[in-house]
């Protein structure tokens, strides 16, 4: 990575940027600067809203609907973008730029397999022809360390993991070798060896391509890793920007204090649990498959009333097929799933209205989870008539009660549809979507995971409160070890299908470990630039390349 300024790629004067709401302009970006030299990264970083995503378009001349830049100018490599005629714009966009967003699931043609997808620009370009792009993309994604490479290409999205698809799009946009990439919350899907692996390939191609980098996150110890510079944003505004190294030694601002203090929540340790006490969901060896082949072996544990199991674990490890199992969405092959004691039929299309009522799920990305043509209020009113069979204004105001609970004003959301609000806000209305059926047991899938860590700090407090108020029990599906930190009980360890330890969280966060947690536990990032290349030398992994790919499993 380097740091020349003679080498200036990409320049962005007084930009501002307004959005779009009833026929009023409102200002989301106020007076922003931002330079970038060839073979640079610069880390963008602030809670939700605060401009990131929008900053990181508007780099590539780009913006979202309902969104203009209205002054200000952007240069790509002495190229005024933002006046450059519509066929150069396709000559950069692609080829020269590229993007990785954060909803991998949402950015793939559902229609066309992922080889086909990753194809596409090469040969639009005249890069590469076909079958050269498809050759140098399984290289990529052996870089990347996707299974199989040779073959993974020729699924559909559907058919691979998030985080897989989270690989394969990075994999795409580093297709035409661009300039600049713009990388959107690239790991925020990725569990904590995979992100070191990912993390580690992308250093190594903006390294070896001299690539330019704007890398967005609400990751702190993330962007100590790939940053040479961090820009911090709040609501449109820059708060200060430095080197890596000071602004993590000596920031000056108040607001980025706050972001490194972060993360301080941390509920109390509980009593142990009453011996004998029926547990409210009991996982008892589970052993489950996709068509012929095995997935889960031998799974149990169980969750108690008012008690966070988490369950953690690598891409593929078994943590959200164990859940299918529970919802009753993939029929186990052998064992059983019971609730309070008594056997729940294994396919959901089995199960009564109340057994349907008692489980329930918040997902992971609330972007695609939440219907975008209904209101808020109709997305929690649905659950609402459907299990509790109200109607009219006892339904209008018991959706109102939810909202409250989740701490956002009915007057103000009940009529506004999801693209509306932001992630955050989203998520909580996932949980209210959840709370609408009065569950005894809700599974929470990664439900932080796409969130910045104030915001995720406060869906953290809000569910631990609706837990204390209402004796939830919750199966916490997670990567993040700082949260289950935070939240958990009991802590679960699956791979490859097999629980490999649990008890505790008092006893798992101390030694000794299985060799497997001990793997996650020094995966998991610190606020350090040199932890990540440190980590690598410590794994036997001298430099940043394929070897650490091929090394460090």
């Not at 200002?27 to 880390?43: A, H, M, R």
């Not at 799933?337 to 056997?343: N, T, V």
Request: charged share 25%.
């Amino acid at each position: 990575m380097q740091d020349d300024t003679s080498r200036l790629l990409v320049e962005m004067r007084g930009i501002y940027m307004e959005g779009r709401s009833d026929e009023t302009w409102t200002p989301i970006i106020k007076g922003v600067d931002l330079t970038l030299n060839k073979g640079e990264v610069l880390g963008l970083i602030g809670e939700s809203g605060a401009g990131k995503s929008t900053l990181g378009l508007a780099a590539m001349g780009f913006t979202r609907d309902g969104v203009r830049i209205s002054q200000g100018s952007v240069h790509f490599d002495g190229i005024d973008v933002l006046r450059a005629s519509a066929q150069t714009k396709r000559q950069l966009l692609g080829k020269r730029i590229a993007y990785v967003a954060q909803s991998a699931a949402a950015s793939f043609n559902p229609a066309h397999k992922i080889i086909d997808q990753h194809t596409e620009a090469p040969v639009q370009h005249g890069v590469m022809s076909r079958s050269e792009s498809a050759k140098d993309g399984m290289e990529l994604y052996r870089k990347l360390r996707l299974p199989n490479p040779e073959e993974i290409g020729f699924r559909y999205p559907h058919q691979v993991s998030g985080g897989q698809l989270q690989r394969a799009m990075t994999a795409m946009a580093m297709a035409c070798r661009p300039d600049l990439i713009i990388f959107d919350e690239p790991t925020t899907a990725l569990d904590v060896t995979t992100q070191i692996e990912v993390l580690a390939s992308i250093r190594q191609i903006v390294d070896e391509f001299d690539t330019a980098a704007i890398y967005i996150t609400h990751d702190l110890a993330v962007v100590a890793q790939m940053a040479d510079r961090i820009k911090v944003l709040l609501k449109g505004d820059e708060v200060e920007e430095a080197d890596t190294r000071t602004m993590l030694a000596h920031p000056t601002q108040d607001y980025t204090k706050s972001l490194w203090a972060v993360r301080e929540f941390q509920r109390p340790a509980k009593p142990p649990v009453n011996t004998g006490a029926t547990p409210v969901i009991s996982v008892q060896n589970v052993t489950a498959a996709y068509g012929k082949i095995d997935v889960l072996h031998d799974v149990s544990f169980d969750i108690h009333e008012g008690r966070t199991v988490a369950v953690v674990g690598e891409s593929g490890s078994g943590k959200s097929t164990t859940a299918r199992c529970i919802t009753g969405l993939l029929p186990p092959r052998i064992g059983a799933i019971e609730l309070d004691g008594a056997a729940l039929p294994l396919d959901y299309r089995k199960r009564n209205k109340d057994q349907l009522r008692q489980v329930q799920m918040i997902y992971q990305m609330a972007d695609t989870a939440l219907n975008p043509r209904k209101s808020i209020g109709e997305i929690i009113g649905r659950p609402v008539q459907f299990y509790m069979g109200l109607t009219g204004k006892q339904k209008r105001k018991r959706v109102e009660e939810l909202l409250d609970e989740i701490e956002l004003p009915a007057d103000q959301y009940f009529d506004r549809l999801p693209s509306e609000l932001s992630g955050g806000q989203k998520q909580r209305i996932g949980i209210a979507r959840a709370l609408a059926a009065e569950p005894k047991f809700i599974i929470c899938d990664e439900v932080t995971s796409a969130l910045d860590q104030l915001v995720a700090e406060g869906i953290l407090r809000l569910l631990a409160r609706l837990q204390d108020d209402l004796k939830l029990s919750y199966m916490f599906i997670t990567h993040d070890l700082a949260t289950v930190r935070s939240i958990a009980d009991e802590v679960v360890v699956m791979k490859n299908g097999e629980v490999v330890e649990q008890g505790p969280k008092r006893d798992m966060f101390k030694p000794p470990h299985h060799a497997y947690t001990d793997l996650l536990l020094s995966s998991v990032p610190e606020m350090d630039p040199d932890w990540l290349t440190n980590l690598l030398k410590e794994r036997g992994v001298d430099n940043i390349g394929d070897a650490a790919v091929e090394k460090m499993s």
